[in-house]
């Protein structure tokens, strides 16, 4: 797959403007983030098939090398609505399942015990690791993108063993999941 990056991803072409480069990595990204949040959004039944298209559509666009810089830009303009319509989506989703979140005090770091750390941001994952744990003296806590999830509070209220926060950003999960006094 390294190979085949190297003869077809966005980088094969030396000779491709920067600029024209650079607003593609930055749609494939845009287009990225906004498939995640989507597939969160569609698991909570919460779909629109505009989103799905522009997918479609700005993939293709990658590998289009008659477009310019002010077409990629509004393709890229247009990922960005986009993106505004997967959170609006996984929003709506994530508060009809779990509440609206409100402002909550977390504690941060471990307490000794068995214990699970989730990262992330996917709070139906989340879910699931809670029912699985429960009873089970197990203390579940969260981590980097994870942290707002305390907010929400059905979470708090069907799961008194999800207790708190350790860590920081997503990108130190290596050295801090190594550290993590649990299952990570």
Known sequence: MVKQAKNYGLMSDPDVNPDIRSLQHMLLFGIKGMAAYTDHAAEHDQEDEGNYEFVH???????????????LLGLVLECGEKNLRAMELLNL???????????????????KGKAILVSGHDLIDLEAVLKASQGKGIVVY???????????????????????????????????????????
């Not at 559509?57 to 077409?71: I, Q, V």
């Not at 926060?165 to 993590?180: L, P, R, S, V």
Request: without cysteine; hydrophobic residues 25%; aromatic residues 12%.
């Open 57 to 71: 559509r700005g993939l293709a666009a990658l590998e289009d090398k008659s477009l310019g810089m002010n077409d």
């Open 93 to 111: 989703g994530n508060t009809g399942a779990y509440g609206n979140p409100v402002p909550t005090k977390v504690p941060l770091g471990a307490k």
């Open 142 to 184: 969260t981590h980097g993108e994870m942290l707002p999830s305390h907010g929400y509070p059905k979470l708090k209220e069907r799961f008194p063993h999800f207790y708190g926060h350790y860590g920081t950003a997503w990108q130190n999960q290596k050295k801090e999941f190594d550290q993590f006094p649990g299952a990570p």
